[in-house]
């Protein structure tokens, strides 16, 4: 074989080479797409919820406590009395670099079905310490 029979057979080996990386990535890629369809009446109601817990102060109380730094009972007692029996949650308090400062949940949450909302406050006694809630709720409202 001479020289460009040798330089057209690496050629197309080098492109074989690429297009298999090519089509790995691209499968991996796909492989990994999540397609979420959230419940529009379930969002809703986790938000009605938030914002009941808001209208009576048990929210407010909850993510920052006596001290400032909240009180998760309080958080678990307050959204489970919220709830309808059988609908699940997990509620998680984060600070603005979305740290993890407590979270709580019930057994009945399932990740797979859940839609979240987000509820942020500012702080506490005219001090600026914002803090978010982020509410999932699982289940049948």
Known sequence: M?????ARMLE?????VVALFGAMLLGRIASQRIDIRADPALRNFAYDTLASLEASGSLFQAMYGQK???DPELLRAAIS???????????TVVDVDMNRLFSVASRSYDPT???SVAYFYY???GMLDPKIIILSLSGDS
């Open 2 to 6: 001479d020289s460009k029979g040798q």
């Open 12 to 16: 197309i080996g080098m492109v074989l």
């Open 68 to 70: 400032g730094s909240g």
């Open 81 to 91: 009395s919220s709830l309808p029996s059988g609908m699940g949650f997990n509620a």
């Open 113 to 115: 079905v859940a839609v």
């Open 123 to 125: 702080g506490k006694d």
